[in-house]
């Protein structure tokens, strides 16, 4: 061959495929070389022979392209066609090796029912990829699949087949980071799911299944009839629970935060937490003590939680679970919350000392959007916990829905993991040692990635959705195949006595032995240390005795000499150096640094600001979250400021002082439901915290409803639980609609009993500075619900003097504020809100001198002795008029009404002014909001009365 057809045969762009289009463009280039790209014009340059420049070349070199062009379609040489076919069956060998790992978990064995044939994965069959029978003891390369580097093609399928396809289904080839994806590969492979367990670890898994089908049995048969949401079924969820805790205590886990729905529950009381059998049983006789002698209302067992120290790993670990409603999920956000703040009161900022578990039911986890909501926080930066393990207690059934065309549109009930780049471990719940392998890999995963795992316990349900319950009338197929299964325990006692690990009669006395040791009231299981009510001194615990007797009235010196204050101001006031700030936000600073030297009042944002201040300059910690916390949504708090050059943020209150408390502001993600839920939760774990959640409006409340009702308002009640949480809620009508209106005030005021929770409307910048000092500074710890306000927070009226926060106090009620003749007084309208400058404007508009006004700025605890006064101050007074803007069936009236039920005793006056009912918080049009704001303004101050508002009472 000559050198020029050489060159064109090493040269892939001359490849004979190509020879039509490159005889033209080489024709072109020898009329014109510059007629062609740079990059053709150099290749053509540097063929050999082209040192003529004539027509003639064209023609030979056309004929070069063509036998070029048959050369590279000739019939490769037999050693070439060999190699050829071996390279496609190796590429064939890693593709079927990649499709094992990607879909070998849906041919898994993992329903200890088989209750559905398993699907057929064409992809899976090496005949998909063109292997045949004939290649099965040919050797190929493995690729990177765990083991020898060359294995014969049946060795590398039946090695896939046990990491895969057996009791355990891997799902992880989501995964982008390519680190931890490989690091659960060669888990899963190099192990093949089968842990490496001595004979007394065999022999101790099948005591703890022991104890977990025990403790049903006898509960079942002491107490018939009565609910108790069996574990039976999924008894091996108590095995996996236990090695969680010996595994995690080696690891140097200090504390795990346990969270849980109903079912099972009992189960883990006792065999995990060391609950002692005793107290269970009294729960179910009813013979229940409160500490102290405190009456509350109390809850059903299942729902109880419990604190207790074990000793794992050689060292005591400290075992917290959650109370939970029947709300399923919503416990979620709440033991993330707890554990945050756990694990900052230790300083464990990578989370290895403070460890979460979450343990669901497959149709809630499937089902609730709060489990999406505290997924999507669990990478933030303030709501990370630093990964936490998941159990599934997959019984293939949510209270009759069995069927999964119903239960979800998902081929899993995990699937919303993925969307975390979690890791998803399915095991088959009658496998206890395939169990033990997915729990180790999904603990150190999440040690070693700080990162959410989940494991998908699938088991069954053995009775229905409580004791009570018929199953088999909707799932009668699925309960007949229970009926006639064996459970886990009796599976596993026949496997170790087959493998020669124990007798038959040693598997009868454990039974015997459990059944013993709790009827005695001992625990069987691990070792328990102390229990709650003797570890809660302990280091690194919360004392919360010291809140359990006071009161609402107790003592609270919120004052600050105005030295401070000024300091303060000014110390928030400095930035640093070269820091632009945006034209609006440096109009702000130059009216704080007014504000601070006394030359201006102050208003709301730079007063709030004041008063965190003044708590992180007394060591106290505050966290501020919400949607817009760090600057406010509307424009008032700039807590977080930016530069304007270089777009660094600056918080201003976390440089006060170097021995400041800790100070965080937190844009969360757009929910209310799940980062409500966080932020009490951390509430309930840290009291020495002030710790606040705002809403973007108050009316997005409601997106959270669930927590208010479950937790915030009740679990004092049901739990004896102490929170300190506050909620700042935008409240007021101002013309913009039904949705950006009102905060409820109604449905809070109607959860109020017991001291439950406060309920605050403060008017003035003075009132916040006070009542957020109040919070942290008094020793009472009780939910603090702020309905914060809009237009206020730049009304020429609704500010404050240094003295009024230097001197001051929280007023409960403040009274008429102009110096009004007493004599002259034949009106008195009590209010909140913002309301009250609506009518001062209109009274001072309109001169006059015979309607006081009084604002009522805590709602509940309602001060009555206050409130006493007042109208004791005005015993002369015949026409009383309670005005609000909200509509009658809204707002405060409903459950302020019956205070001024005295006044009707003594023959006086007393009237509702406000807008009527209404099935919305607000109208859209802002001409009719006007209208009626004016009308209900009017009526207030002149007494004109609407009788359809008023019946029953006569009106003049």
Known sequence: MSARRQQLHNSSAFHGGNAAFIEQLYARYL???????????????????????????TQASAQTFAHTSAWSVRAPAPQAREATVNAAKQAAVLRLINTYRCRGHQIADLDPLRLRPLPEITDLSPEYHGLLDSDLDEVFHSGSLYGPERMRLRDIIARLERSYCGRVGCEYMHITTTPEKRWVQKRIESYQTR???????????????????????????????????????????????????????????????????????????????????????????GRVETPNGQQRAGDVKYHLGFATDVESGGRPVHLALGFNPSHLEIINPVIQGSVRARQRRRGDHDGRQVLPVLIHGDAAFAGQGVVMETLQLSQTRSHGTGGTVHVIVNNQIGFTTSNPLDSRSTLYCTDVAKMVQSPVFHVNGDDPEAVIFVTRMAFDFRQRFKRDVFIDLVCYRRLGHNEADEPAVTQPQMYRKIRQHPSARTLYAQRLIDHGDLTQEAAEAMIADYRHAI?????????????????????????????????WTAAADTRLPRPQIRDLAERLLELPANFELHPRVAKIWAERRQMAAGEQLINWGCAENLAYASLLDAGIDVRLCGQDAGRGTFFHRHAKIHCQASGDEYTPLQHLSPQQGAFVAIDSILSEEAVLGFEYGFATAEPDALTLWEAQFGDFTN??????????????????????????????????????SSARLERFLQLCAEHNIQVCVPTTPAQIFHLLRRQMLRPYRRPLIIMTPKSLLRHRLAVSSLDDLAQGTFQPLIPECDPLPDTSIERVVFCSGKVYFELLEERHARGLETVAIVRIEQLYPFPKEDFAAILAEYSQVEEFIWCQEEAQNQGAWDMIKHRFQPLRREGKRFYYVGRPASAAPAVGYRSIHLEQQQRLIDEALTGRINPSMNRGHPVP
């Open 195 to 285: 842990p490496e367990l001595t004979s007394r670890q065999r022999r101790w898994l099948l005591q703890l299944l022991t104890a977990a089908e025990g403790i049903e049995h006898y509960l079942h048969r002491r107490y018939i009839g009565q609910k108790r949401f069996s574990l039976e079924g999924g008894e091996a969820l108590i095995p996996l629970l236990d090695e969680l805790v010996s595994r995690a205590g080696r690891d140097g886990v200090r504390e795990i935060v346990i969270g849980m729905a109903h079912r099972g529950r009992l189960n883990v009381l006792t065999n995990i937490l060391g609950k002692p059998p005793q107290d269970i049983f009294a729960e179910f006789e």
């Open 31 to 57: 009329r014109d070389p510059n007629s062609v790209e740079p990059d053709w014009r150099a290749r053509f340059d540097a063929l050999p022979g082209r040192a003529d420049d004539d027509l003639a070349n």
């Open 703 to 740: 997106g959270a409803q669930v927590v208010i009702d479950q937790f915030i308002t009740s679990a004092g009640t049901k739990w004896g639980l102490q929170c300190g949480l506050v909620m700042l809620l935008p409240h007021g009508l101002e013309g913009q609609g039904a949705e950006h």
């Open 519 to 551: 009827e005695q009231g001992f625990v069987a299981t691990r070792p328990v240390l102390c229990d709650l009510e003797s570890s809660h001194h302990r280091p690194l615990r919360t004392n919360w005795r010291r809140f359990a007797e006071t009161h």
